[in-house]
């Protein structure tokens, strides 16, 4: 899409940007350059810039199009974002169909196809056209007069679901696109959504933290997650989008410039700003050169750094595909190769448990060890409790497993079939295995999870989370220097930082007499944090700041939470029943209480030094900002709030008195119009209830 000379030129005005060289107002400029980057990022995967960089430039952009909204465009960078949840989809009827396409699984089929073609087209040879067949979500894009007009799922390959808000928050997929310069006025593509193996392992990673299952491939990912209604929560996916067949064309009266051949057509959409498989395509004479390549293919897809699960032949020329047509189910000009499937049997010997850094339980099958898609597997992770149960596993059973997404290996399934009375139950313990304080799960969830803050399976993580910014604001005192402590042995505990040998540390590179002052200082000054502080910084699960701070106007001391029984603690402000259960779990551990004690032993605050203004004129009323305020900082008006004797919540619900909206509110603002004892003000009318 951008030849070196272009490259050259918008990477220049990108750094005269910065240097405000350049007219930071020229809002084609913006927009040129804005591209350009997603360009590089999201189809190059080859950045010339940071994240913070690119959204500085963003943000001007925004701001010009906010002061001149008859400015802004369709295509403009900005129009990717705040669609907002989408009602439904409306079914579209695709302008070609969308077939399947035949299958081959060896050789024989590849040369029993190439015979079929070449008897229905008269010729020796055929020149094909070979690209990798990606696993993800088909997709087919609309485009008229050069702009994006919609998305459709593939549905029943005659009409699909319109997913256009979530198809334009794939960033690798031009809003707009210069089809007209090859005469053509609509087009309509196909291709795949798909999810690379990185961010799949990343999204997996987070679904186990949270205790949910992982998703077995990359295409199930994308394939659910083209349909969720929240656009937002699709474009923090990082998918991809592949564009790989052009399956109408509407010209404007000017064929001349439309590519002749298939490859001539990823050409087009390469240098339009698609992401196709330009660069991953082969041009093969003869069926046999093509069996060569698609088996050398097969052979190296571990190193591609997304799925694929076959490779896809076509023959190149457009004017024969025609001519060749196609049946009811799949065109006569091409055919997909599948690769090998990748799953073996194996033993199930034994189960381990790990402890991860929040606590949660994670069983570990040892298995017999088996080569599947060329990599041992020895073990495999088996998630939580309910899914032994949902795949019925004993210890010593045969099991079927796959390496599905060509990285995580999973238990397909058991073969209760083939048991033969050596097979036994697996027992989750009830215990940590770590530290054996006794294991906790809340109702409706699946993970068992140590809740005890001293255990050395989490303790690195905790002490982070109660060092940072905004638990006890330890300064000097970030992540590095706590894994660096932990490492050396000087750390081992969340007490530990108050015990901190500065002697010790005075001897490490690095650590001059200012910075063992100035962290001893900042160490000091934690002790009288206010409580709601402590309590963010002890890690209970569910508890943020506001709900921290709920929770410190309840007591007068921290130590009182170990006497509230479940219903007490679902009598505060906005305490539901899952985070009652955690605060619960928290402080009936007594080896958390014992921590506590040692905390207060060594000089830290146990107790409520800030008296709630009970004369305020906010007294006895409760608060919740959405959007964003121009006269004041959100965490300052929280404050004033607090100051007056009012109270901050987390959530709408019918104990909200007041809803203050700022600029671009969101979802709070629509649910809270839904609740009649809710007052909606604006920040003016905020600011007119403090005093002067």
């Not at 998703?215 to 592949?242: M, Y």
């Not at 339009?272 to 050398?296: Q, T």
Request: aromatic share 8%.
């Amino acid at each position: 899409m951008f030849d070196s000379q272009q490259t050259r030129s918008l990477q220049k005005l990108t750094q005269e940007l910065f240097k405000g060289k350049a007219d930071q107002s020229s809002i084609a400029s913006l927009r040129d350059v804005l591209r350009f980057h997603e360009y590089r990022y999201y189809v190059m995967n080859d950045p010339l810039i940071s994240d913070t960089e690119y959204d500085q430039l963003y943000k001007q952009l925004e701001k010009i199009e906010k002061e001149h909204p008859e400015l802004i465009t369709t295509d403009s960078p900005t129009q990717r974002v705040g669609i907002g949840l989408i009602k439904d989809f409306p079914k579209k009827q695709h302008l070609v169909p969308m077939l399947s396409l035949e299958n081959s699984y060896n050789a024989e089929d590849l040369a029993d196809w190439d015979r079929k073609v070449k008897e229905l087209s008269g010729l020796e040879k055929i020149e094909y056209c070979v690209e990798p067949k990606f696993d993800g979500a088909s997709i087919s894009l609309l485009y008229e007069s050069d702009m994006l007009v919609r998305g459709v799922t593939r549905g029943d390959g005659e009409t699909g679901d319109d997913i256009t808000p979530n198809i334009k928050k794939i960033k690798s997929i031009p809003l707009s696109a210069t089809f007209s310069e090859y005469g053509i006025e609509q087009v309509e593509i196909r291709g795949e959504i798909l999810m690379n193996k990185n961010n799949f392992k990343k999204y997996n990673d987070a679904l186990i933290q949270e205790g949910l299952p992982p998703l077995a491939n990359p295409r199930n990912a994308a394939a659910g997650s083209l349909r969720i209604k929240d656009t937002e929560e699709v474009g923090r996916r990082n998918f991809e989008g592949f564009l790989y067949h052009v399956s109408y064309i509407g010209d404007n009266g000017n064929k001349s410039k439309e590519p002749l051949t298939h490859s001539g057509m990823l050409e087009m959409l390469w240098n339009l700003g698609f992401r196709s498989p330009k660069n991953e395509m082969k041009i093969l004479k003869g069926i046999d050169a093509v069996i060569d390549h698609v088996h050398s293919f097969e052979a190296g897809r571990d190193d591609l750094p997304y799925e694929i699960d076959g490779m896809v032949i076509k023959v190149n020329s457009i004017e024969l595909q025609e001519k060749l047509g196609m049946t009811s189910h799949h065109p006569r000009w091409a055919i997909a190769f599948k690769f090998k499937a990748r799953q073996a049997t194996s033993k199930l010997l034994q189960v381990d448990y790990q402890v991860g850094r929040t606590g949660a339980v994670t069983p570990v099958a040892r298995i017999q060890p088996v080569q599947v898609g060329g990599v041992t597997v020895s073990s495999i992770s088996i998630h939580n409790e309910d899914y032994i149960h949902e795949k019925d596993l004993k210890i010593n059973d045969t099991i079927l497993i796959e390496r599905s997404g060509d990285v995580i290996p999973q238990i397909v399934k058991s073969f209760p079939e083939l048991r033969d009375g050596t097979q036994t139950d697996i027992t989750f313990p009830r215990k940590c295995p770590v530290c054996h304080d006794k294991l906790h799960k809340p109702e409706g969830e699946a993970v068992w999870r140590c809740v005890n803050i001293g255990c050395e399976a989490q303790v690195v993580e905790r002490i982070i989370h109660f060092v940072s910014k905004d638990a006890m604001d330890i300064r000097s005192f970030g992540e590095a220097n706590v894994r660096k402590f932990y490492d050396m042995g000087l750390l081992k505990d969340v007490p530990g930082i108050y015990m901190l040998d500065m002697n010790e540390l005075g001897k490490l590179e690095g650590f001059g007499a200012k910075s063992v002052s100035n962290l001893q200082q900042a160490i000091e000054n934690s002790k009288t944090q206010p409580l709601h502080r402590l309590i963010y910084a002890l890690g209970i699960r569910y508890v943020g700041e506001t709900t921290a701070k709920t929770l410190a106007q309840s007591v007068t001391s921290i130590f009182e939470f170990a006497d509230y029984s479940l219903d007490q603690l679902q009598q505060l402000n906005d305490v539901g029943v899952k985070v009652a259960a955690s605060i619960y779990a928290f402080f009936q551990n007594k080896d958390n209480i014992r921590l506590l004690k040692q905390l207060e032993k060594l000089g830290v605050h146990m107790h409520r030094t800030t008296a709630v203004m009970s004369g305020g004129n906010l007294g006895g009323q409760t608060f919740l900002f959405t959007g964003t305020l121009n006269k004041m900082k959100r965490s300052a008006a929280e404050a004033f709030v607090e100051k007056n004797g009012g109270t901050i919540v987390s959530g709408v619900s019918s104990k909200l008195n007041y809803l203050v909206v700022g600029e671009d509110a969101g979802s709070k603002l629509e649910k809270a119009k839904k609740i009649p004892g809710i007052k909606i003000i604006s920040e003016d009318e905020f600011l007119k209830m403090i005093p002067g």
